[in-house]
């Protein structure tokens, strides 16, 4: 099983992306030994890994997404995993002696309450939007106007966030949390579909695509690869 996620990934109502700069060439060490020593003790206190990933050609970048069925759920979570369970006791300065830094995470919510995560594909994009002041009309440009054109296009596996405006609980994990910020996380199958249909998002009707320069004040991308999904496909490959 690639990913220990509830059976039911609508039930994740918060979500983080969790970004680490690690140390220089470290990006496959640490990808390694983070799945074989934290995601299904992680998984078995209520913490769920929707999403283990690698930035192409960097060497030290991991970037994971973890999901919860509500803040109440995680703030226990965090507490029993960081501060009570052997696991972390035993693993944790290995982990942290890896990284520079762990602190470039988003606390989101889904937009919408159909939103899914679970998925097996190759490629994640992440879309991070700010839009200052303008984050309810930007809302409502998506659902009017730029959700209905992805579906013509075919992009489908898609989920939209905002973020999770509720106190951190668990100060000892710092996340950025902003009130004009609109989050999208795209799957695509391989490279291929992802060139193809980013083509297809870049020629949008110039109407949409005006409006949304109107309203957007910042954008910037994250394009993953799942290193799951691609270890598996390797294997298979090799077999």
């Known amino acids: 099983m690639t990913y220990n996620t509830p059976e039911n990934s609508e039930e994740i109502k918060v979500l983080e992306v969790r970004n680490y700069l690690l140390k220089p060439n470290l990006a496959d060490t640490f ?4 799945h074989s020593k934290f995601v299904e003790p992680m998984h078995e206190l209520g913490g769920h890994t929707l999403g283990e990933f690698k930035i192409e050609n960097s060497n030290d970048r991991f970037v994971w997404l973890r999901g919860f069925k509500n803040m109440e759920t995680r703030v226990k979570f965090l507490n029993d995993f960081y501060c009570e369970s052997i696991v972390w006791k035993e693993n944790g300065k290995a982990a942290n002696e890896m990284m520079i830094n762990s602190d ?5 919510k889904p937009l919408h ?5 679970k998925t097996n594909k190759g490629i994640t994009v992440i879309d991070f939007c700010i839009c200052n002041s303008t984050i309810e009309q930007t809302i409502k440009l998506f659902d009017v106007e730029y959700i209905p054109f992805l579906k013509t296009i075919d992009v489908t596996d898609i989920s939209f966030w905002v973020s999770e405006m509720k106190e951190n609980d668990f100060p000892r994990l710092p996340v950025f949390q902003d009130k004009n910020l609109l989050v999208s996380i795209t799957h695509y199958e391989n490279q291929n579909e992802y060139e193809t249909k980013q083509k297809a998002i870049d020629s949008m009707p110039s109407s949409l695509n005006f409006s949304m320069q109107q309203l957007v004040t910042i954008h910037h991308k994250l394009l993953l690869l799942n290193q799951q999904t691609n270890n598996q496909r390797t294997k298979n490959d090799a077999n």
């Open 31 to 34: 990808s390694d030994f983070f």
């Open 104 to 108: 470039n995470v988003y606390l989101l």
């Open 113 to 117: 309450k159909s939103s899914k995560l």
